[in-house]
């Protein structure tokens, strides 16, 4: 893979700070438009808020022509990536756990998703203990600045858990890269020791293939089948999550280990994210 320039080396690396310094700061929800200022800077980063992928590559399992999950790979990411699972002494740590704490979305590449308000999936394991869960959306300005556009407190749930975007907030914009969280407050007097999941993903405009292909589709699965071999990660997770169905199930884990398999095998992808989804798929299949 070609590096890149030297300058955006450094505005992303400043961006990446940004952001993962985000997950320790008491925001508001609120929309804010692209020429607000900055909400953290590169100075304020502490390492314990983020912890950037292991580098891997575990066996292959099967064949691309076998996959359902297709990548567009029209670009790599360019900011942060995730820090998820369990990390040493933090209250997920659970010896017993099967699953570890992941946020659902490509790392190895900006994930993408005609939704202009999409819906987010993470799967949090079972715990002794409830702990705050808040969601955030971000998005970077022309400045390369961090901007909040949402944020909202949520319950603690085992097992997988959704959010879409309200329908009181401004659509998402195609062509945009944004930017979601779920941060799992373990100590809100330390808040450095959360734990933090961020993904990158872009609204595209849907193709004229994909929306005639979509009116023959009679279930979810028959859509999602679609979504999913167009490289639209997040459509097609979201009408299966829920698995009401033997074969919404069954695509559910089809699209894990589907994604765990891109992870172990791209030059960006993060061995410990497939390892987890991994996991995750072999629980709840």
């Known amino acids: 893979m070609a590096s890149l320039p030297l300058q955006r080396k450094t505005l992303l690396s ?7 310094l985000l997950a320790t700061l008491p925001v508001k929800a609120a929309w804010a438009t692209p020429s607000g200022p900055p909400l953290a800077t590169a100075e304020h980063y502490s390492k314990q808020t983020f912890e950037p992928p292991n580098r891997g590559t575990p066996d292959a399992p099967a ?21 998820t699972g369990t990390r040493s002494g933090s209250c997920l740590n659970d010896p017993s756990a099967v699953t570890a704490f992941t946020g659902l979305g490509p790392q190895f590449e900006v994930g993408l998703t005609r939704a202009t308000r999409p819906e987010f999936v993470w799967h949090l394991p079972a715990s002794s203990q409830s702990f705050p869960i808040e969601f955030r959306l971000l998005t970077l300005d022309d400045a390369n600045r961090v901007i909040l556009v949402h944020s909202e407190q949520l319950a603690y749930a085992a097992g997988f858990m959704t959010y879409q975007m309200p329908e009181r907030l401004p659509a998402l914009e195609p062509g945009r890269r944004y930017y979601w969280q779920v941060i799992v407050t373990c100590n809100p007097n330390r808040p450095s020791r959360s734990l933090v999941s961020t993904a990158q993903f872009e609204v595209i405009s849907p193709s004229a293939e994909i929306t005639q292909a979509l009116t023959t589709a009679n279930t979810n699965a028959d859509r999602a089948t679609i979504y ?13 999550v829920r698995a009401e169905t033997d074969e919404e199930q069954q695509l559910r884990t089809r ?3 589907d994604l765990a398999y891109e992870e172990a095998n791209s030059e960006t992808g993060n061995a410990t994210f497939s390892d987890n989804l991994t996991r995750l798929a072999d629980a709840t299949d």
Request: proline share 7%; hydrophobic share 35%.
């Open 14 to 20: 400043t961006a990446t700070f940004s952001l993962c």
């Open 63 to 83: 064949t691309t022509g076998t996959r359902l999950f297709q990548p567009r790979r029209e670009g790599t990411p360019g900011g942060p990536t995730t820090s």
């Open 228 to 240: 999913a071999n167009d490289g639209l990660w997040y459509d097609a997770l979201a009408l299966v």
């Open 255 to 257: 699209l894990l280990r």
